[in-house]
């Protein structure tokens, strides 16, 4: 008959204060993994949406802006290739491929096409739409996605970098194909050179379907633009350009315009970092208030065992003895507390989170511990003064006082 | 001489003034003697019962067992004392609701070892001794008054203890159980040679000590030793 036994009996013996004690844990340790879960899927989101977006910094030179390069303006600055070889050796973490580019507007025939020069080998076929139309390569590793690349659900997504593109072949977009009536394997000649058709690009509703992609010396040569580039596409790290990417790049090269892409990065991790604070929030008021819950059951506990203490101490047992049954006890229930919250949680997370965000939510494992952990604290912390309280009971108070 | 008192005083401070539950009280309680205490409501007979088991401080004065002066030890000696020397008896029974027959002995065996085994063996001995030993699965609800003060009994007497102390063992109990509980103290006292101090209001209870007791106002109102009314001047100081 341990202390720990006693400690057992106690608790099934009194079952139905048991589920009170547990549930305001439950509850409180349910909110901090639901939302913790969010979080982690809300951060592959922003992953899976950088890997759509491809690329997501862009180097312009400092004249031009992003409406430039979206619109292909022929008369667009340009800055030297050797930029980027400044990138390589700069060894900046969190950038992840390096592309330059070349584009300028030219005429085919009666048609304007924008023609862009790209290295096949870090071109990201980046929007996942032209891996659908079977432009496959080698995956790019991500220094510092969440995940790793290899890893995401939807493989459609990874990043790879287009194979091989020879110095006469050429992809075209929908837009061109169609206007120009070109089918794989066509010849089409841009400015007196002859290039094949390698792949008709799905269409993307974008500029794309109007761009013809060629080996980028070709590009330059043919346009006799030298050893000049017009952007260099940089896919970055979510987390590294929040941590001031974009300003390291600017110190490397400090007479061009670095930008993101989109809005839609910035707001992401915008997101996800008030989601960390709100979670940080939640945490400490479910630290303060799951302590005081705990606390006023463990107390209320105490009052109603006022006579069985006297008994114990009665028959010998030190303050010690009682400190531990009580502290135990609320071990006992952050234990269990921290599974039923952890169990309360994920699974509120998996069903609410298709229903109100529209985002596919799997459990944590590795939060289970953290649920545990947290709940055992916070019961700790909850049970010490009532278990103080509790070995000031005096040793007669079972007896009757004459 | 296994308990000697010295103008023990224990006063308590209310909101009306102070009341001295036990006034200058001295005594000596010999080995394997059988005392019985009574007097009214407030003569400080459970106060004085506090004070012999170490669970209450006297106020002043002194309090001697076997020559060591347990009042001036600290909590936890405190605790040892009533857990190797002391066993205690209480009108309401005191046993755990949420532990068997078998259990509320084996929690004051636990204080002294956790040997499970012997414990257990130690316990059914007495449940044995008690004539309980079919019932040492069932839990205070499930069994008589009578039944609940014999475990008490038993777990009082598990730490084999020199010292039982009773606080109106019987008042919860009819006639009939009353004189069975009795019988058991009474034989735990000419048997173990235990050193039995009873409080009691029954006159009837009382007669089974060999040295009576009456407090009235916290002072020694009157002592009887073996049916000899003694010169209090002996006794008290």
């Known amino acids: 008959m341990s202390l720990t036994d006693l400690t057992l009996k106690e608790l099934w013996h009194r079952k139905s204060q048991l589920v009170s004690g547990l549930l305001a844990i439950t509850l409180g340790i349910g909110v901090i993994v639901g939302i913790r879960s969010f979080l982690v899927v809300s951060e592959k989101a922003v992953a899976v949406n950088l890997d759509n977006l491809g690329a997501n910094i862009l180097v312009l030179p400092q004249s031009s802006s992003i409406d430039n390069y979206y619109a292909a303006d022929i008369d667009a600055s340009t800055f030297p290739e050797d930029y980027v070889e400044r990138l390589v050796t700069s060894t900046i973490p969190g950038v992840d491929n390096i592309s330059p580019k070349l584009t300028r507007r030219v005429k085919v025939g009666s048609e304007n096409i924008v023609l862009t020069g790209i290295w096949p080998k870090s071109e990201i076929a980046s929007k996942p739409i032209w891996q659908q139309g079977g432009l496959k390569g080698e995956a790019l590793t991500a220094s510092c996605a969440p995940t790793g690349p290899k890893k995401y659900a939807d493989a459609k997504l990874q990043r790879k970098g287009i194979d091989t593109l020879a110095n006469n072949d050429c992809f075209i977009g929908s837009g061109i194909a169609s206007r120009l009536k070109l089918i794989e394997g066509s010849k089409l000649t841009i400015m007196e050179k002859e290039f094949t058709v390698a792949k008709l690009l799905p269409e993307t509703g974008t500029v794309d379907d109007d761009r013809v992609f060629a080996n980028l010396h070709t590009v330059q040569a043919l346009l006799g633009t030298g050893e000049q580039i017009s952007a260099i596409e940089i896919m970055g790290c979510c987390s590294a350009i929040s941590d001031g990417l974009l300003g390291k790049l600017r110190n490397v090269l400090p007479d061009t315009r670095i930008t993101t892409i989109g809005q839609i990065v910035s707001t992401q991790i915008e997101n996800n970092k008030l989601m960390t604070k709100i979670s940080l929030v939640f945490l400490i008021i479910i630290i303060f208030v799951g302590g005081i819950s705990i606390g006023n059951y463990i107390w209320a ?61 799997s459990p944590i494992y590795t939060l289970l511990l953290v649920s545990i952990a947290l ?12 278990a103080y309280l509790a070995g000031k009971i005096e040793p007669f108070s079972n007896m009757q006082e004459d | 001489m296994l308990i000697q008192l010295k103008n023990l005083t224990k006063t308590y401070q209310y ?18 003697s059988f005392v019985t205490i009574t007097g009214a409501s407030g003569s400080g007979k459970t106060t004085l019962l506090l004070i012999l088991g170490g669970l209450l401080r006297p106020t002043s004065g002194k309090m001697s067992y076997n020559g060591s002066e347990i009042n001036l030890h600290n909590d936890d000696n405190l605790a040892n004392f009533r857990s190797k020397h002391v066993g205690f008896v209480m ?17 004051a065996l636990n204080v002294k070892g956790n040997n499970t085994t012997e ?27 009578g039944q609940q ?72 109102h009157n002592l009887d030793s073996n049916g000899i009314k003694l010169n209090m001047k002996v006794l008290i100081n």
């Open chain 1, 301 to 361: 506990n105490v009052n109603e065992r006022r006579k069985e203490i006297g008994i114990l101490r009665m028959i010998g047992y030190h303050k010690k003895h009682i400190y531990y049954i009580l502290v135990l006890k609320g071990i006992i229930i952050g234990f269990l507390g921290g599974i039923a919250g952890y169990i309360v949680g994920t699974l509120a997370a998996i069903w609410l989170g298709p229903q109100f965000a529209g985002i596919a939510v």
């Open chain 1, 375 to 386: 709940s055992i604290s916070i019961s700790i912390l909850g049970s010490v003064i009532p």
């Open chain 2, 15 to 32: 909101h009306d003034g102070i009341i001295n539950a036990v006034d200058n009280l001295s005594l000596d309680i010999p080995k394997g």
């Open chain 2, 91 to 107: 009108q309401s029974f005191a046993l755990v609701p949420y532990l068997t027959a078998i259990e509320n002995i084996m929690i």
């Open chain 2, 119 to 145: 414990n257990r063996k130690r316990a059914l001995e007495l449940l044995e001794w008690v004539g309980l030993e079919d019932r040492t699965t069932h839990y205070p609800k499930e069994l008589s008054a």
């Open chain 2, 149 to 220: 003060q014999r475990v008490a009994i038993a777990r009082a007497l598990a730490n084999k203890p020199d010292l039982l102390l009773a606080d109106e063992p019987t008042g919860n109990l009819d006639p009939g159980l009353s004189e069975e509980i009795l019988g058991i103290l009474k034989e735990i006292n000419l048997k173990q040679k235990t050193t039995v101090v009873m409080v009691t209001h029954s006159p009837m209870a009382a007669e089974f000590g060999d040295t009576k007791i009456q407090l009235k106002d916290g002072k020694l």
